[in-house]
């Protein structure tokens, strides 16, 4: 994902864990965030909540594998740009960044 943020002009930072993005202390430069719905360490969307809540809000944009339309209703109701089901195309990805990116 990174190659291909790159690719198309976007600097990505990855975090391995939510714990990592939580205790991330520079959102300035950030105008989304791209979150896994079923992280090694926690929920995307319960991560995005607790984000939230401590002054973090970004656009979101959700990826996964395990769709359901329980985890579909939730991602929205928290306030996602975009829900993605894995796989998903390169273009599916880029235009809701793109979006986010000239909202920034």
Not at 19 to 25: E, F, G, I, P, V
Not at 56 to 81: E, F, H, K, L, Q
């Given at each position: 994902?990174?190659?291909?943020l ?19 202390d520079?959102?300035?430069?950030a105008?989304?965030?791209?979150l ?8 995307g ?5 607790q ?16 769709d ?37």
């Amino acid at each position: 994902m990174r190659r291909l943020l790159g690719r198309h002009g976007f600097e990505a930072v990855p975090f391995e864990t939510a714990s990592a993005l939580k205790n991330h202390d520079n959102f300035d430069a950030a105008f989304c965030l791209v979150l896994d719905i079923n992280l090694s360490d926690g929920s995307g969307i319960e991560l995005r909540h607790q984000l939230a809540e401590s002054g973090v809000n970004v656009p979101v944009i959700y990826i996964t594998g395990n769709d359901s339309d329980a985890t579909r209703m939730a991602a929205m109701a928290s306030g996602c740009i975009a829900y993605l089901t894995k796989p998903f195309t390169a273009q599916s990805l880029i235009e809701p960044i793109e979006r986010a990116a000239a909202l920034a």
